[in-house]
């Protein structure tokens, strides 16, 4: 951990507010500067680093909402990273929870052809029914309401996956203007690959050539999260192996998760002497598809979708984490049809982040339960989001509240929009 990132802070509190989970307990320790004192208090080894501490780091979001509100710019997401790869590796989580991440982070998202199968078994047995049919039956009482509920939150696999819907170079109709690479994911590979053909459609209309490597690693977000350091520094660098940096204007990402990880290769292999230079490179090409389309003053579509109210949820680590705010609105604003409602709240977590729903699941759906509630207050008949969790929990949250309001990323409706 970087102690100096430590002592910028001041203790003003002034993130407290902003602290989702501060906001469920109202306990000093559940915001973000009694875990930031925490933090001094191991480096300073006035405290042990004990497991109550680990529960103290997996019950916080990561939303970043705090960095966002400190006046001293406290790196948060650094501290973050930084004390959950610490207890990662210094204490010892049971058996079954250590299988389950090496099944997960170790294998499955460490490997772009063993999520593919994954993808594929789940689309078939989706398809058939048999996903459903295990779901509803008694063999869901053998597992623990945990397994259930993560078994219940699989997303809805796609038919084509990104590589079977995006050629590995796309060139737009009239001249090229630019050149980008396009991240396409790994749950978002095979469960939001739709959104990923939406996003080169719109790229293509604005005049891009547009460079999609068919086989992709997980950028590593996933691990740097989970505090799998090695993990993710090995994702980063198969990442950076895929994409010819060099020739690219651009590299396009669009899930917010993704993006804020995907911009700090440069410091997460800052010591591989192999690496240090391209990733810092790296860093300076990553954009997020709304922050991309504002800079290059996207076409603006002139077909209008049909009549409908829209309103925006921010990612959090779109908002937080990369501190785009305004270019998803400019893009959704720019759509004709489209009637746009603000929402109440609409930069707090949801309490999807990353797997927090299926760890914390007391707190995840508390914090559903307001966002579904601002949602239901806007009326809106969609709710535009750019991040595959956030997708999926707000999905999961409007459908157990009885609402058709439908879920989809604004690139979806801008695609609509050119189509129309
Ligand atoms: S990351 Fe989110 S939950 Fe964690 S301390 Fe900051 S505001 Fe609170
Ligand atoms: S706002 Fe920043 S400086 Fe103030 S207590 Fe929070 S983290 Fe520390």
């Given at each position: 951990?970087?102690?100096?990132?430590?002592?910028?802070?001041?203790?003003?509190?002034?993130?407290?507010?902003?602290?989702?989970?501060?906001?469920?307990?109202?306990?000093?320790?559940?915001?973000?500067?009694?875990?930031?004192?925490?933090?001094?208090?191991?480096?300073?080894?006035?405290?042990?680093?004990?497991?109550?501490?680990?529960?103290?780091?997996?019950?916080?979001?990561?939303?970043?909402?705090?960095?966002?509100?400190?006046?001293?710019?406290?790196?948060?997401?650094?501290?973050?990273?930084?004390?959950?790869?610490?207890?990662?590796?210094?204490?010892?989580?049971?058996?079954?929870?250590?299988?389950?991440?090496?099944?997960?982070?170790?294998?499955?998202?460490?490997?772009?052809?063993?999520?593919?199968?994954?993808g594929?078994?789940m689309e078939?047995?989706q398809?058939?029914?048999?996903?459903?049919?295990?779901?509803?039956?008694?063999?869901?009482?053998?597992?623990?309401?945990?397994?259930?509920?993560?078994?219940?939150?699989?997303p809805t696999m796609e038919?084509?996956?990104?590589?079977?819907?995006?050629?590995?170079?796309?060139?737009?109709?009239?001249?090229?203007?630019?050149?980008?690479?396009?991240?396409?994911?790994?749950?978002?590979?095979i469960a939001?690959?739709?959104?990923?053909?939406?996003?080169?459609?719109?790229?293509?209309?604005?005049?891009?050539?547009?460079?999609?490597?068919?086989?992709?690693?997980?950028?590593?977000?996933?691990?740097?999260?989970?505090?799998?350091?090695?993990?993710?520094?090995?994702?980063?660098?198969?990442?950076?192996?895929?994409?010819?940096?060099?020739?690219?204007?651009?590299?396009?990402?669009?899930?917010?998760?993704?993006?804020?990880?995907?911009?700090?290769?440069?410091?997460?292999?800052?010591?591989?002497?192999?690496?240090?230079?391209?990733?810092?490179?790296?860093?300076?090409?990553?954009?997020?598809?709304?922050?991309?389309?504002?800079?290059?003053?996207?076409?603006?579509?002139?077909?209008?979708?049909?009549?409908?109210?829209?309103?925006?949820?921010?990612?959090?680590?779109?908002?937080?984490?990369?501190?785009?705010?305004?270019?998803?609105?400019?893009?959704?604003?720019?759509?004709?049809?489209?009637?746009?409602?603000?929402?109440?709240?609409?930069?707090?977590?949801?309490?999807?982040?990353?797997?927090?729903?299926?760890?914390?699941?007391?707190?995840?759906?508390?914090?559903?339960?307001?966002?579904?509630?601002?949602?239901?207050?806007?009326?809106?008949?969609?709710?535009?989001?750019?991040?595959?969790?956030?997708?999926?929990?707000?999905?999961?949250?409007?459908?157990?509240?009885?609402?058709?309001?439908?879920?989809?990323?604004?690139?979806?409706?801008?695609?609509?929009?050119?189509?129309?």
């Amino acid at each position: 951990m970087d102690y100096s990132v430590v002592q910028q802070c001041m203790h003003c509190g002034m993130c407290l507010p902003t602290c989702p989970t501060y906001g469920l307990t109202n306990r000093e320790r559940h915001g973000p500067r009694g875990r930031i004192a925490l933090m001094r208090a191991i480096a300073d080894k006035a405290l042990p680093l004990e497991q109550a501490f680990g529960h103290e780091m997996d019950f916080c979001l990561g939303c970043l909402a705090c960095q966002s509100a400190c006046p001293a710019d406290v790196d948060y997401a650094q501290l973050f990273e930084a004390a959950r790869a610490s207890v990662q590796e210094q204490s010892r989580r049971p058996w079954l929870i250590r299988a389950y991440r090496r099944l997960t982070l170790g294998w499955l998202f460490r490997s772009p052809r063993a999520m593919r199968a994954f993808g594929r078994v789940m689309e078939r047995t989706q398809r058939w029914g048999l996903f459903e049919a295990v779901v509803a039956s008694p063999l869901m009482g053998l597992v623990s309401k945990k397994w259930e509920r993560l078994i219940g939150m699989t997303p809805t696999m796609e038919r084509a996956f990104s590589h079977q819907l995006i050629a590995e170079v796309e060139r737009p109709k009239g001249k090229t203007r630019y050149r980008v690479g396009m991240l396409t994911g790994c749950i978002q590979d095979i469960a939001y690959a739709s959104i990923n053909r939406a996003t080169v459609d719109v790229l293509l209309e604005n005049d891009c050539e547009v460079i999609t490597p068919a086989v992709q690693s997980c950028c590593g977000s996933i691990h740097g999260h989970n505090g799998e350091v090695a993990w993710a520094k090995e994702s980063a660098r198969k990442t950076i192996d895929a994409f010819p940096i060099e020739r690219l204007d651009a590299i396009i990402s669009n899930a917010g998760g993704c993006g804020s990880h995907l911009r700090h290769y440069g410091r997460l292999l800052a010591q591989d002497s192999e690496y240090a230079e391209r990733a810092r490179q790296w860093d300076a090409k990553v954009r997020d598809i709304h922050e991309w389309l504002v800079d290059i003053d996207f076409r603006k579509p002139t077909a209008s979708l049909p009549s409908q109210r829209v309103t925006y949820h921010e990612s959090c680590h779109l908002c937080h984490g990369q501190r785009i705010t305004s270019q998803p609105r400019t893009v959704l604003a720019s759509i004709p049809g489209l009637e746009i409602v603000s929402l109440t709240e609409s930069n707090v977590c949801c309490g999807s982040a990353g797997v927090y729903s299926i760890t914390q699941p007391e707190a995840s759906d508390a914090l559903l339960k307001t966002k579904v509630q601002h949602l239901l207050d806007t009326d809106a008949d969609v709710v535009a989001t750019s991040n595959p969790g956030c997708d999926l929990q707000l999905k999961r949250g409007l459908d157990e509240a009885g609402s058709s309001m439908r879920v989809c990323a604004p690139v979806t409706l801008l695609a609509e929009a050119y189509r129309a």
